[in-house]
């Protein structure tokens, strides 16, 4: 469905979309980087307004997030089209389509939050693609969601202007932002963008009150090195704070880049121990066996407050926002009602 879009500006005889960090300049009947977004007669139109490829009901766990409304189901959303070109992309069948290459269903925000409610989930994320590009419906889905009750969450690449940020913050209550690297030159050859406007994303969605967590998918050979996991890690407690959830993935090879191997989890468990040491009080483990990477521990005395076994959690040392054993606060958004259950 196509829909008018918001931010973007009059420039000679194109326009520049103002929505991502890419800014840019579309030629009359062209689209943008993320393909979804094309100027008609001198005005920007996105044409997925409405337009799904997926739904599924999921743990909220699976986006990753830890620490908001642990042991809920959200309802995930996802579209077509991206402004990154990472060459491992695991949903690339819809990442890479074009508005024209698949079939698509149209759900209005209205019914989305039905579908939503329907289906008991306590929140709407939009995902599995870039749910940026796909702003106006998001943005109209978000408060339609906030009406009903329904918490909102982007999983996202970061790669959105400051202005759009703020106009969506007062219904956007979380966001996943994957950190693909800590380097300018992986951004530019691998995702075909540049690591600053994620990072600036990052301590603007934290200033704006939405609630954050970061994902640092680990690749062998081009962003595992630990003088890099160092730097990212350091960058995370000075510029967001200690008490960030991070969670560094196992990367498993997928579209067109094969060549790397499977990231062997004594990495990952090293990985684990320097971002510890680096400061970092809430790291985490994804696609690896099950093991004590994926529990909150309690920064303070070590113990378990909220046991994790892929999916399934259990509040074994939390109550009511803290450590059972000590009283330390744990930093996490939770439903209490669904905790007294």
Known sequence: MKSEACFWI????????QLCAHACMISEGKTGFCGVRKNENKRLYSLIYSSCTSVSADPIEKK????????????????????????????FTISSAGADDRSLQD????????????????????????P????????DTAKQAKKEGLYTVYVTNGYIKEDPLKEISPYLDAM????????EKFYKKICQAKLEPVLQTCIIAKKLGIH?????????GYNDSLEEINKFCKWVVDAL?????????????????????????????????????????????GNVPHGSYEN??????GAICIERHGYTIKLTGFKEGKCIHCGTNIPLIFDSKEQKR
């Open 64 to 91: 990753p997030l830890f620490h908001f409304y642990p042991g809920t189901s959200v309802l995930s959303f996802g579209s077509i089209g991206c402004n990154f070109r990472c060459p491992y992309c695991q949903n």
């Open 212 to 220: 954050i967590e970061l994902t640092y998918l680990v690749i062998p």
């Open 296 to 301: 909150t521990i309690c920064p303070s005395c």
């Open 107 to 130: 759900i209005t925000p209205e019914d989305a939050v039905a579908m939503a409610k329907t289906d008991n989930c306590k929140g709407i994320a939009w995902t599995y693609n870039e």
């Open 176 to 183: 996943n932002i994957d950190v693909k690297a800590f380097d």
């Open 241 to 285: 704070g200690v008490d960030i959830p991070v969670h560094f993935s196992r990367f498993h090879p997928d579209y067109k880049m094969t060549d790397a191997p499977v990231t062997p989890v004594d990495s990952l468990i090293r990985i684990y121990k320097e971002a510890k040491d680096a400061g970092l009080q809430y790291p985490y483990l």
């Open 10 to 17: 009059p420039s000679d005889k194109k326009l520049q979309c």
């Open 132 to 139: 940026t590009i796909w702003y106006e419906y998001t943005l």
